[in-house]
């Protein structure tokens, strides 16, 4: 019973320091994302995924780049960290392109940049 | 422009009592849908309840309804009899079904029901 797994669940990084934040999701899902969430906003999207090998940028891409090898995996790279990116992000999956699928969602990774 | 509007930065609700939060979205495509999460302290987001935007009924899921008003593009979740467990951040989203991208979220509302 596991869905959306997230890890870490805290890291703190120092300016510049590189990461990849690792999502796995055990339900054969096609549809993957990561949003960030600061204080006071919503979520927002960085990146989302289709199916396997077939990526697109969300509303707030820059300094992040994603993959998808695979249907169960979705890892987030912080290429340069930013004081900026200090965030709590999460990864989400749903089944597929149908409007009424919820989004399933890990806990999420609390990320701090020095 | 801001696809999703709540309102309601913060509310207080007695327990045992019904409370409305508010959400206005904007979208120009025909078919589209509205989703509601609970964010508990403990941070993770929870899947409450989904409205499309050609359901005739207002969606209902337990103690969470949904009252859907499609002209005047509002979606206001209506928890009734609080629990003091309500107590969390509501986030009303969107996804415009025509589109691959996921979903616009709202800044939220923080709940807050007092015994």
């Known amino acids: 019973n596991a869905g959306v797994t997230q890890t870490p669940k805290f890291q703190v990084l120092k300016t510049g320091q590189s990461m990849t934040l690792q999502c796995a999701q055990d339900?054969?899902?096609?549809?993957m994302s990561w949003y960030r969430q600061d204080p006071g906003m919503g979520l927002r999207l960085i990146h989302y995924?289709?199916?396997?090998?077939?990526?697109d940028q969300g509303e707030v891409p820059n300094g992040y780049n994603v993959s998808r090898s695979t249907t169960e995996d979705f890892p987030l790279r912080l290429l340069s960290a930013a004081p900026s990116q200090t965030s709590v992000y999460f990864c989400?999956?749903?089944?597929?392109?149908?409007?009424?699928?919820?989004?399933?969602f890990g806990d999420g990774t609390r990320l701090s940049i020095l | 422009a801001q696809k999703i509007t709540q309102t309601q930065p913060g509310m207080f609700v007695q327990e045992k009592e019904a409370v409305t939060l508010d959400c206005t979205y904007d979208?120009?495509?025909?078919?589209?849908?509205l989703f509601w999460y609970k964010q508990p302290s403990s941070g993770e987001m929870i899947f409450l309840i989904y409205?499309?935007?050609?359901?005739?009924q207002n969606a209902t899921e337990g103690r969470y309804s949904l009252n859907f008003q499609k002209a005047r593009k509002s979606a206001n979740l209506v928890i009734s009899a609080s629990q003091l467990g309500d107590s969390a951040m509501y986030f009303c989203?969107?996804?415009?079904?025509?589109?691959?991208?996921?979903?616009?979220f709202g800044s939220g509302t923080q709940l807050t029901v007092l015994p």
């Open positions: 989400a999956s749903r089944r597929d392109g149908i409007g009424d699928q919820p989004q399933h």
């Open positions: 339900m054969n899902h096609e549809y």
């Open positions: 995924s289709v199916g396997a090998g077939i990526t």
């Open positions: 979208t120009s495509d025909p078919s589209y849908g």
């Open positions: 409205q499309g935007s050609y359901d005739q």
């Open positions: 989203a969107m996804r415009e079904t025509g589109s691959a991208r996921q979903l616009t």
